[in-house]
């Protein structure tokens, strides 16, 4: 790439996945989380998936956002704080 070309379509948009997946990992490590909230995550974390589908996105790159915010999900509402909530 020349030093004032502009970047290609797809590094703009895996930028753009990228801000997506921060912004649904940061509603995950929200320390205020209750229990009420893990279905509403859960569609946030389907919704991620589905929109980036959609927009034909790199799909190794989707997978793994995917499977890394559905673990961080998973561990994140199993842990001890959330069994009596």
Known sequence: ???GSSPTTSTNKNGKM???YKFVKRVLEN???KMIHYPAIKQLIKNFYLKWKR???DPVTLMR???HLKSLLWYTFTTSKYTDQ
Do not use: S, T
């Open 31 to 33: 320390k205020d989380n």
């Open 55 to 57: 927009m034909d996105a």
């Open 18 to 20: 990228k801000d997506d």
């Open 1 to 3: 790439m020349d030093v």
């Open 65 to 67: 956002y995917e499977y």
